[in-house]
């Protein structure tokens, strides 16, 4: 019982962390990921995941940041592989990439071999990694910034290159 | 199996009575940024969460740091939760099977990297004795990364050591002497056969000093400093190379066939530029400070990885009485995930093309070598469980038997580590819910020939 107080307190005081964080960090349980996929069927999407350990990442999710900003139509999926309790470090970051005010998730189990194999077992854990998800769910796994160019080929098969709404 | 004597508890330590008198103040909050768990979008008819003990909780810090002395006795450095986060030294005596009372190595707690590729390092010594006198204490040295609150990639590189058996602990001290908040982190703590202490870590201050200027540099460097004082002073730092992957370990080993005083080799994930200037992550090898200015790092393997992305997977180094280079890693391969090993010869020239190690989830390689015999451990995540598995050569490496698996683990692990004590192999794991492990990789009898500190 103690315990269990002393873990509700520790996810309040997380909370306190971040007062400026207007959008919300959810933990990614297992089973959660196929849950997002599900939520999605039919619809083209992106999921990206990044971390606090990785400066290529600032770059990758700036752009993609920008660009779910501009269009409201582009579903983006942003997963931290870091641990809830770096909240307060990744809200800044999420900040900058304009995803401020967006529901983003963080890696909440503390294996996180299991999260990623559950996402992708050919994916080894390099960051960041984006998967393109068509309408029918095929997706084009991109490890390393994603190119502009592939971007633009993805929103343009997808119907979803809005005028002047991407500008990498 | 010895017990597991020590299990990292994941949250940290808060008293109940602060969390009542914070609670009220926080609950409007709270609603406000972290939402439960089960708030989750996309939840209709959730079932039962896979069993994990460990949902929920902050990663835990499992890499533990481990060394024989050269007595028998196994020391051991790891994050204590349990002592405010400070990093602990204890040892063994029986392999693994019962440990010391911790003993304190930072009087004053400080943030300790001690996860994935990043690992507290340890290592032991007894002082050479005259003859018929007792036989002095143990010398420790402990190296760590201590990262920066809400800065990130960035840390600096710490040490401190004991010359009373592990009993105390001197101050710890900063080695790298730029102090600027950037990357000073993923440090490596080597010791030559002269008692040289070598301490390796991924350096960013060029490329900061680029940046300032306006110009791109391509990703990170390596610096290096050297004890000559059994580690109660570190010399100027130096550049081993610079373009090197940003998170990635580095893998230092003495080569017993260099001249006398030579520094380690070194073999690290490097980013070479092909002819479009695009980033190649291969491995650079070459020893510590052995690369001419304004050549690129000769390579220790060269997959052409082609990627702007941190990997996160660190190489293994063992290098044979003859200067035979045994080497293991993690490159994608054209798109497969593949771990490999290969044999160079003290020149560096290949032995044999490399090989496919293990499985599509193979990753984490460690390696041990003693004379024509060759260890090779890694460890694989197969959705359920992770297994550390090892194979063994007794041919230098041209030949291996099957793989089979040493130690599984339900939960949250460190990466495999492969020790030695006077010639002999053992792993060193350290997994959540099982806790510490020390597993030999060879049957009790003698080894047929112990050479452990001939060179």
Not at chain 1, 134 to 137: G, L
């Given at each position: 019982m103690t315990r269990l107080l002393a873990r509700f307190a520790a996810l309040l005081l997380l909370g306190a962390?971040?007062?400026?964080?207007?959008g919300a960090l959810t933990p990614l349980q297992p089973g959660d990921y196929a849950r997002i996929k599900s939520a999605r069927s039919g619809k083209p999407f992106i999921v990206t995941l990044w971390g606090l350990d990785c400066p290529y990442c600032k770059g990758n999710l700036a752009m993609l940041g920008a660009a779910a900003k501009a269009n409201r139509q582009l579903d983006l999926v942003v997963i931290a592989t870091d641990t809830p309790d770096d909240a307060a470090a990744l809200a800044p970051l999420l900040r900058q990439a304009g995803l401020g005010e967006r529901r983003t998730w963080v890696f909440g189990d503390a294996a996180p071999e299991r999260l990623r194999f559950e996402i992708?077992?050919?994916?080894?854990?390099?960051?960041p990694r984006t998967y393109l998800f068509?309408?029918?769910?095929q997706a084009t796994a991109v490890s390393g910034s994603l190119a502009a160019e592939d971007f633009h080929l993805w929103l343009r098969r997808n119907g979803l290159e809005a005028p002047r709404a991407v500008r990498p | 199996m010895p017990a597991p004597l020590f299990r990292i508890v994941a949250p940290r330590p808060l008293s109940v009575g602060s969390a009542l008198f914070v609670l009220p103040l926080l609950s409007a909050l709270f609603a406000a940024t972290i939402p439960p768990a089960r708030a989750h979008e996309g939840h209709e008819g959730h079932g039962a969460p896979t069993a994990s003990k460990g949902a929920k909780a902050p990663r835990p810090p499992l890499a533990v740091g481990a060394a024989f002395d050269g007595s028998g006795r196994l020391w051991r450095v790891r994050v204590a939760p349990e002592q405010g986060g400070r990093l602990v030294v204890d040892h063994s005596d029986d392999l693994g099977a019962h440990f010391s009372a911790p003993v304190a190595v930072n009087a004053v707690p400080e943030p300790v990297a001690a996860e994935g590729e990043l690992r507290p390092d340890i290592l032991a010594a007894l002082p050479d004795a005259p003859a018929g006198t007792a036989p002095p204490p143990a010398q420790v040295w402990v190296a760590w990364t201590s990262p920066l609150a809400n800065v990130p990639y960035a840390g600096h590189v710490r040490f401190a050591r004991s010359t009373d058996g592990g009993h105390s602990f001197s101050a710890p001290i900063t080695?790298?002497?730029?102090?600027?908040?950037i990357t000073h982190r993923f440090q490596t703590l080597s010791r030559g056969p002269d008692g040289r202490l070598y301490l390796a870590w991924i350096d960013k201050r060029e490329g900061e000093a680029a940046k300032r200027q306006g110009q791109a540099y391509r990703g990170a460097a390596i610096y290096y400093a050297e004890s000559r004082d059994d580690g109660a002073t570190f010399g100027a730092n130096a550049r081993h190379a610079a373009h090197t992957c940003e998170c990635c370990r580095i893998a230092l080993a003495n080569d017993p066939a260099a001249p006398a005083g030579s520094r380690p080799l070194a073999l690290w994930r490097h980013v070479y530029a092909d002819a479009q200037g695009k980033s190649i992550r291969d491995h650079g090898l070459a020893p510590l400070g052995g690369i001419a200015d304004g050549t690129e790092p000769p390579k220790g393997?060269?997959?052409?990885?082609?990627?702007?992305?941190?990997?996160?997977h660190g190489p293994a180094l063992a290098v044979a009485g003859d200067g035979t280079r045994h080497l293991a890693w993690f490159n994608l391969v054209g798109a497969a995930p593949s771990l490999q090993y290969q044999a160079l010869d003290r020149n560096g020239a290949p032995l044999a093309p490399p090989r496919r190690v293990g499985g599509?989830?193979?990753?984490?390689p460690a390696l041990f070598v003693r004379g024509d015999a060759v260890w090779l451990a890694w460890k694989e995540f197969d959705g359920q469980a992770t297994r550390v598995f090892a194979q063994h050569s007794t041919d230098g490496g041209r030949t291996w038997d099957t793989p089979r698996p040493l130690a599984e683990s339900g939960g949250a692990s460190d990466h495999p580590q492969l020790i030695g004590d006077r010639g002999r192999p053992y792993l060193s794991w350290n997994s959540q819910p099982e806790g510490y492990r020390l597993i030999a990789l060879e049957s009790p009898e003698p080894p047929a020939a112990p050479a452990p500190h001939r060179h």
């Open positions: 962390a971040l007062p400026a964080l207007a992708d077992r050919q994916w080894h854990g390099e960051m068509d309408a029918d769910h | 080695v790298n002497d730029d102090t600027a908040p393997s060269d997959d052409r990885w082609q990627v702007d992305a941190c990997p996160h599509e989830l193979a990753s984490h």
